[in-house]
């Protein structure tokens, strides 16, 4: 099975095609059977996620301190795996008992328990869910995109080896950002598990979405020692050396490492308990879009309900950008101005050349640094880019 290697491969790729199932769809509680087999599912691959991320950081860790290991991509699990081959354990291990040698799942079919499609970029690698040998490949390979992402993304590939200061905060983001991802699948999966052993629900409707008070007031808590964690161990260092997501502001760093490791969390448990719920339908819906105008007026408006949100506001700086919620300071933020990621395009906006513009490759899913737009969700639709696009290439004029 391969793994992931690249920064191109995008977090927002995974999370965009899994979709929870709608309460409706599923009337009657799981079976004994479809329990136990979404518990080996469950375990098995929460499990793996687990051991992906320590093999990572071990690997980091390793790194860091070792002049010598500049070539290793450590966020490449294949080479990460060569620290420790537990990642391979896990993988055997999760297909033994889900349609393996120990299958747990037997007599069952994906469908039963509402595994339809294995989401892009995995339905590549496994394009069909017809047993459940291959709902462990997508689970597999969901699981392991995700941990490559976010590492990928936090931790980047720093020249090593690194001084005390900054190894000191590196460590600190790699440990904060893998117990946060470990905290969230732990506690969405132990609401989950109750929700469908007592109360016989098969949605993810009570246990997600802000539904699970408990859990997301425990995960609030955890990230709030995180930020701190990350506040004491990387203010003395020099952030420019480490290759991470956001070194220019303490607050952005906490922002863009513990944010993405609750959407991997998020994305795992969902991919653990339910892979693209869709059903196949013969039912064909027409939905009319009424697109801007390429103005900034149009474009702005845009980016405020696309990208803002909690990565892009006047105080959240996700990547050096923030202020796409505000008609001048976006402005200001995007065009002519440097990107902070480090790839070959200077500009985030370069007026008249949408092509050499670093925002409009990353909206494209197309950079090759830093992760995608809008992080965490499904890519804007066509016509939108169009619209941005068509605005940067008339001459990005504040119209």
Request: hydrophobic share 35%; proline share 4%.
């Amino acid at each position: 099975m391969s793994t992931p290697t690249t920064r191109s491969i995008a977090h927002a790729l995974i999370a965009a095609a899994i979709v929870a199932a709608s309460p409706s769809a599923a009337p009657a509680a799981f079976s004994d059977a479809a329990l136990t087999c979404r518990a080996a599912i469950s375990r098995g691959g929460s499990k793996l996620a687990t051991t992906a991320y320590k093999t990572v950081a071990t690997c980091h860790k390793q790194r860091d301190r070792d002049a010598g290991a500049a070539g290793t991509d450590c966020n490449d699990i294949s080479q990460a795996g060569a620290v420790k081959q537990q990642v391979a354990g896990a993988v055997a291990k999760l297909a033994s008992s889900v349609g393996g040698a120990s299958d747990r799942c037997a007599g069952l079919i994906p469908a039963d328990l509402g595994y339809y499609n294995c989401p892009a970029p995995c339905d590549v690698e496994v394009p069909a869910l017809t047993t459940f040998s291959d709902v462990a490949d997508c689970v597999s390979c969901v699981v392991q995109e995700q941990v490559s992402t976010i590492t990928t993304d936090a931790l980047g590939s720093p020249v090593p080896a690194l001084d005390a200061a900054d190894g000191k905060c590196h460590s600190a983001l790699s440990k904060t950002q893998g117990k946060q991802f470990g905290a969230v699948l732990k506690t969405r999966n132990k609401c989950q598990d109750n929700a469908e052993k007592r109360g016989g629900v098969e949605d993810l409707s009570s246990c997600t979405g802000g539904a699970d008070t408990a859990g997301d007031a425990k995960i609030g808590t955890g990230r709030a020692k995180a930020e701190a964690s990350i506040a004491s161990a990387c203010q003395p260092a020099d952030r420019g050396n480490l290759d991470t997501c956001d070194p220019t502001l303490i607050s952005g760093l906490q922002a863009c490492v513990l944010g993405s490791a609750e959407s991997a969390g998020e994305t795992v448990f969902e991919a653990l308990r339910t892979l693209d719920t869709a059903a196949p339908t013969t039912t064909t819906t027409t939905t009319t879009t009424t697109l801007p105008p390429a103005t900034w007026t149009g474009v702005q408006s845009l980016l405020a309900a696309r990208c803002a949100g909690s990565c892009h506001t006047g105080s959240s700086v996700s990547g050096g950008l923030g202020g796409l919620d505000d008609y001048d300071a976006g402005y200001t933020n995007l065009v002519n101005a440097n990107t902070a990621c480090g790839g070959s395009l200077a500009k985030r906006v370069l007026p008249g050349d949408s092509a050499s513009s670093f925002m409009m490759h990353k909206l494209d899913w197309t950079q090759d640094c830093g992760s995608t737009m809008p992080f965490g969700g499904a890519k804007l639709p066509a016509g939108e880019r169009d619209v941005i696009r068509a605005w940067i290439d008339a001459g990005a004029l504040k119209n």
